[in-house]
């Protein structure tokens, strides 16, 4: 038996920065994922990572994220997502820069 579809954001990596990315609603890349546009609909999902997949001069390696709605737009629920989402994993730059404490 197939599984339920479950609600999804597009994502990929910018092509020339590397930062994660969020596909909108409005059609644009966000590094934001409260932006990303929250699929509820499995064809509509499809056509959404088509219409990525078309954009190769801007980005790299789209596919399709398990999300939930959250009080501020689509969170993950998935591990990897939610690491994804605030950068390299290396100390004190990028995104990590503004959100991680000092290390003692």
Known sequence: MARAFTPKVVTANDLLEGDVIYLTADDRWSRDL????????????????????????????????????????????????????????NYAHGKQETTTQPRA
Do not use: C, M, W
């Open 34 to 89: 409260a932006e990303a546009e929250l699929i509820t609909d499995e064809a509509h999902a499809q056509v959404r990572l088509l219409d990525a997949a078309r954009q190769a001069n801007k980005i790299v390696g789209a596919y399709l994220a398990d999300a939930v709605a959250g009080e501020n737009g689509p969170e993950p629920t998935h591990f990897r997502e939610d690491f994804r989402r605030t950068g390299p994993s």
